[in-house]
């Protein structure tokens, strides 16, 4: 009963491989949000999801594919894995848009 | 297109003394405001919010100030601690639309 997991931690891939990041959440909140942390561009938004079946782009969605069949799973898909897409990850979830955002612990991703 | 500016990328405040961290935005239609605490290797930890029909919040240590037609806010610290050492983001969204944005950080350092 952790609220927010996210898995795996550390995740090492090469370029053009397919690799999922999978964040699962225990509260049943609505909103479900997928970040990038970069040194000097802070914590941008990749995709979020208002609900189940519904999702929309972020700031920067391109080489990201996401999903939300359950209320509770929200993975982000590489399709073709670049070295440009080495960052760390965070996945957030949220109650309502006047509510705190809850983050996961982040996944370390490295595309060699 | 940044919405959401952080532009002290670091912060250095003797312990004991306020600590001042400051953040702007250009989207009018943003109606709540977050600041969130980020430690090394760890996800963003909520702290302090606010929301538009206030112009200041207060928990503990920490306040927050939003000034609607400057569309500036702050958060203060006081006193600062050892322990307030982190990477402080602070974030914006609307209740009209889902999406939610943070600023690229600032790095505070609270010497002993």
């Known amino acids: 009963d952790a609220g927010i997991t996210q898995s795996p931690r550390y995740k090492i891939t090469e370029t053009g491989r397919q690799v999922t990041l999978m964040c699962h959440q225990t509260w049943s909140h609505s909103y479900m949000f997928w970040y990038r942390q970069d040194l000097g561009h802070g914590l941008r938004l990749i995709y979020y999801?208002?609900?189940?079946?519904?999702?929309d782009k972020g700031e920067v969605p391109d080489g990201y594919v996401v999903s939300r069949s359950k209320t509770e799973n929200f993975p982000l898909t590489l399709e073709s894995a670049t070295r440009s897409q080495t960052s760390v990850y965070f996945c957030a979830t949220r109650q309502s848009m006047n509510t705190e955002a809850f983050f996961g612990q982040g996944t370390r991703l490295t595309v060699v | 297109d940044q919405q959401v500016k952080q532009n002290s990328p670091s912060l250095s405040v003797q312990e004991g003394r306020i600590s001042i961290l400051n953040c702007d935005y250009t989207n009018s239609m943003f109606d709540y405001f977050l600041w969130y605490k980020k430690y090394p290797a760890e996800g963003p930890t909520f702290l302090i919010s606010?929301?538009?029909?206030?112009d200041k919040n207060e928990d503990g240590r920490f306040t927050v100030f939003l000034n609607k037609s400057a569309k500036h806010l702050s958060l203060h610290i006081v006193p600062s601690q050892p322990g307030d050492s982190a990477v402080y983001f602070c974030?914006?969204?609307?209740?009209?639309?889902?999406?939610?944005?943070f600023g690229s950080g600032t790095k505070l350092n609270v010497k002993p």
């Open positions: 999801s208002a609900a189940a079946d519904i999702t």
């Open positions: 606010i929301s538009s029909i206030k």
């Open positions: 974030a914006a969204s609307a209740s009209s639309f889902n999406k939610f944005y």
